[in-house]
């Protein structure tokens, strides 16, 4: 028994050692900022020893000595030998022992990673499945940071809710956005979208004056730094600039021939008593398909058609799309999921038509489509599941939703032309259907009764998917503001404490930051910020957003974690500018964001190229810093009830949360 002891110790012993070295050698053929294995010699650590349990040195000290006696001998009698032999075993132990490379598909890279928003957006993102490349300076600040987060390096468990598939987490230490040769071309590999949580770091000096560490500064960090991103981009991941040049689509059902329109079937109000009609013809030149009917108010007052089933799943799409010739009226698109039990339940969604007669694109997104159940919006019906698509239709109604009256109905023939000349983009699948109703039976104010033709290009129905922003940049309510102010001393004087002490002029390279990425032809969103508190907040509560720089409030980091993840999985939110706050109203409080609500938040809001077209002015051009205000100033400022509010709010958070510490302390005594 002693000796098998002995025997268990010695062995243990020399994998031990064998492991400290191998360890050892490993760290040593892995670079800091990368993570491919190199040669190198053999480096003995005696620090490794002195880690090894106590039993295990002294069970197995013939081991041990025999190892280190090998390594002795070899090194003083055959030096070159030992290198060559050395870089040999190590490069041998180094791939027995690394592990399989993590994949990096469809990966976030996180700028910031490790700040206190940085690393809210990683777990949200690591959370929701998606790889996540953590772009950091300090490996070890990383690790710290992610590990009170319940993060790991590579795969992730689940939430513990169970919600979320756990994601994969890498992270790429050594990464400086002030140095462009730390932004290399395997940092960028497999990303598909960006996220900068940038900011400037400020600490105390080793004078012990308070400053920016290493020459961190916003004007290095903000702006130039989006700038060597946006450069990086271009050069290494062109796919990324490329991918958001144009909505991609896929024919699904084309619309051609006769044999195509064979999946087409009549479903006029005669089903209901009605004197309607219409047929879905392809167009004699052989262009695409023509809609034509007789519209007749008395009875139904709709005319339609439908698809037979198709049993479909188009959950990797955003919408359909269609290119079609009207005279003016307003059309409806019908989806049928997993209703055909149920005959009078359908999705829904409206498109125009020009009064000119002239072809249009429709694009109709999923979450344009509105539940409907006996000619009334199902506000208990779920939005609708691309992934479950079994029917789709074109009606012609006198209504609108809710026997709302359609504003362009006319009664009489109707023609509705699907264009075939040429390849365009996504489009709804939806069902072709003329009628004087809108939704919940409203009238439908472009309804006309009578004769009516719909051209539909011949390539038909096709699923598009548009582009998701590249780059979501967060920056800070204030900014746009602090631009227009200028130099204006008297303007500054009367705005919000921030604007007024703008510390390092901040605001101006937060801004300088926007204009940079907003002219980088990148799809992006801009998600400004209003005062980040995570002390003060209670409860959760709806969020507001809005644009042209106006909003005044707070929000907590988490809550811009959210903002941030919503915004990569949305079209919706590509190439807005916004500001964002906790509402603060009786009727937003104790309510929480979810999918609809976050889509209509970015649904609500304007393009930037369009703001002017809603009234908001063209963004400011960018302008220098203004001089820091005066110490007297400065006292002045940190005066103001705002400012005082803040602290106190602050204040009376900390000793809340000192409270609940010494509880849970005494509870675990």
């Known amino acids: 028994m002693q000796s098998i002891c002995s025997t268990r110790l010695q062995s243990k012993a020399s994998v031990a050692v064998r492991s400290a070295v191998t360890r ?109 490349i953590a772009a950091v300076r300090s490996a070890d600040k990383a690790a710290e940071v992610f590990e009170a987060a319940g993060l790991k390096e590579g795969y992730q468990q689940p939430s513990g809710n169970g919600s979320g598939s756990g994601g994969i987490l890498i992270t790429a230490a050594g990464v400086d956005v002030t140095n462009p040769a730390t932004l290399s071309a395997e940092l960028f590999e497999g990303v598909t979208q960006v996220v900068s949580a940038l900011g400037p770091v400020a600490g105390r000096l080793p004078d012990g004056s308070f400053g920016y560490i290493d020459g961190m500064s916003p004007e290095r960090v903000e702006t130039q730094g ?43 109000d005669v089903i209901m008593g009605g004197n309607s009609s219409s047929a879905l013809e392809a167009a004699a030149d052989g262009s695409g398909a023509v809609w034509k009917g007789d519209l007749v ?31 003016g009226q307003i ?35 999923w979450s344009s489509f509105v539940p409907v159940k006996q000619a009334q919006s199902d506000p208990n019906r779920g939005p609708l599941d691309p992934a479950r698509i079994s029917k789709l239709g074109l009606v012609l109604s006198r209504f609108e939703f809710n026997k709302a009256p359609h504003p362009s109905y006319r009664p009489g023939k109707l023609e509705l032309a699907i264009d075939g000349s040429r ?19 409203a009238p439908n104010p472009s ?30 309510a204030g900014v746009e503001r602090n631009a227009i102010i200028g130099d204006d001393a008297a303007a500054r004087k009367a705005d919000i404490p921030i604007i007024q002490l703008n510390p390092g002029g901040v605001l101006n390279w937060k801004y300088e930051a926007e204009c940079v990425l907003r002219a980088s032809g990148l799809p992006y969103t801009v998600i400004r910020c209003t005062g980040l508190d995570d002390k003060g907040i209670e409860g959760p509560a709806l969020l507001e957003a809005d644009q042209g720089d106006t909003l005044i409030g707070v ?19 590509a190439n807005k500018t916004l500001e964002l706050r906790r509402g603060e109203g009786a009727e937003a409080k104790g309510k929480s964001m979810n999918e609809a609500r976050f889509n209509r938040l970015f649904l609500k809001l304007a393009l930037d190229r369009n703001r002017w077209r809603v009234g908001l002015q063209p963004f400011p051009r960018a302008v220098p810093p203004p001089p820091p205000p005066s110490e007297e100033r400065t006292k002045e400022i940190l005066a103001d009830p705002r400012v005082q509010a803040v602290k106190e709010r602050e204040s009376k958070a900390k000793e809340a949360e000192g409270v609940k510490e010494k509880e849970l302390a005494k509870a675990n005594a």
């Open 24 to 132: 050892r050698t490993v760290a040593l053929a892995r670079p800091a900022q990368r993570r491919t294995l190199t040669k190198t010699a053999v480096a003995f650590d005696p620090q490794e020893l002195q880690n090894l349990p106590k039993e295990v040195l002294l069970g197995g000290a013939a081991a041990l000595a025999g190892l280190v006696g090998l390594i002795g001998y070899a090194a003083a009698n055959n030096p070159a030998a030992d290198m060559a032999g050395g870089e040999a075993a190590a490069a041998e132990s180094a791939q027995a022992a690394a592990p399989a490379p993590l994949p990096r598909v469809n990966a976030v890279l996180v700028f910031g990673a490790s700040g206190k928003l940085g690393r809210k957006v990683v777990e949200r993102l690591v959370r929701s499945g998606r790889t996540v």
């Open 226 to 268: 989006m700038a060597n991103i946006v450069a990086a981009l271009a050069k290494h991941a062109p796919g990324i600039a490329s991918a958001g040049s144009g909505i991609s689509s896929s024919s699904i059902l084309p619309m051609a021939s006769a044999e195509d329109l064979a999946a087409w079937e009549r479903l006029d």
């Open 297 to 327: 108010v008395e009875g139904g007052g709709f005319c339609g058609a439908r698809t037979k089933a198709l049993d479909m799943d188009l959950s990797g799409y955003d919408g359909l799309q269609l290119r079609v010739k009207g005279d």
């Open 331 to 365: 059309f409806k698109f019908n989806i049928k999921t997993d209703q055909d039990a149920t005959p009078e339940s359908t999705y829904q969604a409206t498109f125009d038509t020009s009064p000119e007669g002239d072809w249009t694109t429709v694009r109709l997104p």
């Open 423 to 441: 390849t365009f983009q996504p489009t709804y699948v939806v069902s072709p259907a003329g009628c004087r109703f809108e939704f919940n039976k």
């Open 447 to 476: 309804y006309r009764p009578g004769k009516f033709q719909l051209a539909i290009d011949g390539s038909g129905i096709s699923a598009y998917k548009a582009p998701r922003p590249a780059v979501v940049a967060i920056s800070s």
């Open 555 to 573: 929000i907590s980091r988490d809550e811009a974690a959210d903002t941030v993840l919503a915004a990569l999985a949305r079209p919706e939110a």
